[in-house]
């Protein structure tokens, strides 16, 4: 079984959201008012700094409008 850094694995995901929040051209509050996050929390999610629930996730591809497989299309083989 592969294991994964979490930490690493934040930052990645953090570092998703904000291309494809760039690729529709939003910015942080933008987004924030698509979804019910706060753009502190949004900031935060993509510096890796914060551990997200489900819920965030789809409030994310909500504002983004996106599948939400879309926010793990990144390559995780620098994971283990």
Same mark, same amino acid.
């Given at each position: 079984?592969? @294991?994964?850094?979490?930490?690493?694995?934040?930052?990645?995901?953090?570092?998703?959201?904000?291309?494809? $929040?760039?690729?529709?051209?939003?910015?942080? $509050? =933008?987004?924030? =008012?698509?979804?019910?996050?706060?753009?502190?929390?949004?900031?935060?999610?993509?510096?890796? =700094?914060?551990?997200? =629930?489900?819920?965030?996730?789809?409030?994310?591809?909500?504002?983004?409008?996106? @599948?939400?497989?879309?926010?793990?299309?990144?390559?995780?083989?620098?994971?283990?």
């Amino acid at each position: 079984m592969m @294991h994964i850094d979490k930490m690493k694995f934040l930052e990645l995901l953090g570092n998703q959201i904000k291309i494809l $929040r760039k690729e529709k051209g939003l910015s942080l $509050r =933008q987004l924030a =008012q698509l979804c019910d996050i706060d753009y502190s929390d949004i900031s935060k999610i993509e510096k890796g =700094q914060r551990n997200i =629930q489900i819920s965030t996730i789809l409030e994310l591809t909500k504002g983004l409008d996106i @599948h939400p497989k879309d926010l793990f299309d990144f390559d995780t083989e620098n994971l283990k």
